[in-house]
């Protein structure tokens, strides 16, 4: 029987969202799935159709390093990179940021190309809820590689009532 | 008072990639909260940013809500020519800011 | 049910008598924060805490009200005359006779030498102004003295942080003497120290005083908020400032 070990679990979501058809989990494997991994990322599916319009995206090149467990939603820390030589003939144009249950699911899009010199970028986004973070980048020869982490996100206990 | 702070290597040899960082004040208002009055607060969020160097543009991102308050971008350039690295932005209700930096490059 | 509130009522007197409990070792909030945290606050261009100080060190040197000064008019380069000046804060004003902070002190520059308006306390401006003034004391300790002039507030202030109040029934010693360490839901409780304020708080997603934090602490324990800037809040910081000696000024700050 399989084993679902994070990487597998990955490849799971990626497939899943590849050309935006969720494939079936089999159902011994569904039964060893964490909650957080059930047939994911469906809420994602028609915005990935509108980036990609069908083409499958496939899993690599594209790298998330995100806090596994970020202690507040309101900012979080991330880095994204991309594996390109960033050249004329061959760079990254677009690298989109997308959140699996954030109320908007583009967080940002990215646009670049040989001037960047480097496929990479540091930010801080907000994450309302546990869930996926994923990224997808168009390359120069309009291939669309990309990668999913799924972070766990905490609330505080020290609530503050001043509000906005 | 529209407040940004940029970092920008005052000077890079031709052909590194110069690493530059650009921090904004500013509220990122999603649209989903509510006042202490229970008034919904009006989406408000930088939604571009463009970075041009020396005239060209080398990085551009379309901003959403789910970019943190005070936005913090770092990304980077291939450096040319000495010359000037330029930063704008504009949120939903149309206010513009910008800042500029220069950078020497040497052979 | 009787004796134990006798023996909480024994205890909070022994409290009393004797010199207030200080943890030891002392340890600034930031030891008990996440790595995510600590890089904000470490990194002075990624913390967010630094576009204040920036508008504070911008608003130095801009005029302001009737006279026509800055804060620099009178005290210029901050770096240099600046320094030192938070760790001995809250302190008696000479004129009023009466325990201000910094920003106490900053709203009384502008009123009494500005002829500016007073500055709202939890103004983007006086948050600039009180971090920029704060930063150049950074890795100084605090040092207040209690001496017969602030007893008075000191005294007051230990009271409040000893008395158990709101719906929780719970005092500031209770989570921060006591509970230092401990986990409330996920956040890890510190001790309860005011060094690094005004910080920028990710609960908040901007910058807050001191004032706020403390305001949020009542909430927690549901009990009524004092007004930040109001004697209560600033008694309370003497008495914290008091307890926090020796600890070093991490302000501007990021915390949760």
């Known amino acids: 029987m399989m084993r679902h070990t994070p990487n597998t679990l990955r490849r799971r979501v990626l497939k899943g969202i590849a050309g935006g058809v969720l494939l079936p989990a089999s159902a011994p494997a569904r039964a060893q799935l964490p909650q957080s991994a059930r047939p994911p990322l469906a809420e994602l599916v028609p915005v990935l159709k509108d980036i990609t319009g069908g083409a499958a995206v496939r899993e690599g090149r594209v790298k998330l390093q995100i806090p596994k467990l970020a202690e507040n939603g309101h900012l979080v820390p991330l880095t994204v990179s991309v594996d390109s030589p960033m050249t004329a003939a061959d760079h990254v144009r677009t690298l989109y940021l997308l959140s699996e249950k954030n109320p908007r699911p583009v967080i940002a899009k990215i646009g670049m190309g040989p001037d960047t010199g480097r496929a990479a970028l540091t930010t801080r986004i907000r994450l309302a809820g546990a869930q996926y973070v994923v990224a997808v980048a168009q390359m120069s020869d309009g291939s669309f590689w990309g990668t999913a982490t799924d972070v766990i996100v905490t609330e505080t206990a020290c609530l503050d009532a001043d509000g906005v | 008072m529209s407040l940004a702070r940029i970092l920008v290597p005052p000077k890079a040899r031709r052909g590194d990639v110069v690493d530059v960082r650009i921090a904004i004040q500013h509220p990122m208002e999603t649209g989903f909260r509510m006042d202490n009055n229970g008034r919904k607060i009006a989406k408000n969020v930088v939604n571009n940013l463009v970075c041009r160097y020396n005239g060209a543009e080398v990085f551009r991102a379309e901003l959403g809500s789910g970019i943190a308050a005070n936005p913090y971008l770092q990304f980077y350039f291939l450096a040319k020519d000495s010359g000037k690295v330029e930063f704008e932005w504009v949120d939903d209700a149309g206010e513009k800011g910008s800042a500029a930096a220069s950078i020497a490059v040497t052979a | ?256």
């Open chain 3, 1 to 256: 049910m009787c004796s134990i509130t006798i023996l909480l009522a024994a205890g909070a007197s022994l409290v009393h008598g004797a010199q207030p409990f200080r943890p030891q070792p002392l340890k600034s909030g930031i030891e008990f924060s996440s790595a995510e945290v600590r890089a904000l606050q470490h990194d002075d261009f990624s913390s967010p805490a630094m576009l204040w100080a920036t508008r504070g060190e911008k608003l130095w040197s801009e005029s302001a009200g009737a006279s026509g000064k800055s804060c620099a008019s009178c005290h210029q380069d901050a770096r240099a005359s600046m320094k030192g000046v938070t760790p001995r804060y809250p302190q008696i004003d000479p004129g009023t006779a009466r325990l201000v902070n910094i920003e106490g002190r900053i709203n009384q520059c502008r009123t009494r030498h500005q002829q500016a308006a007073a500055l709202g306390y939890e103004s983007d401006d006086l948050l600039g102004l009180t971090a920029y003034v704060g930063m150049q004391s950074r890795g100084l300790p605090l040092n207040v003295v209690i001496d017969t002039q602030n007893r008075r507030h000191f005294e007051r202030g230990r009271d409040m942080y000893y008395t158990r109040m709101g719906q929780m029934d719970l005092a500031c010693t209770h989570c921060h003497d006591r509970n230092f360490g401990r986990k409330l839901l996920n956040d890890t409780i510190s001790q309860g120290h005011g060094n690094p304020y005004p910080v920028y708080r990710l609960e908040w997603q901007t910058m807050g005083s001191l004032h706020r934090r403390l305001r949020a602490c009542f909430f927690g324990v549901r009990a009524e908020r004092p007004a930040a800037g109001s004697q209560d809040l600033l008694d309370l910081e003497l008495f914290l400032a008091w307890r926090a000696q020796g600890l070093t000024v991490e302000t501007p700050g990021v915390r949760k």
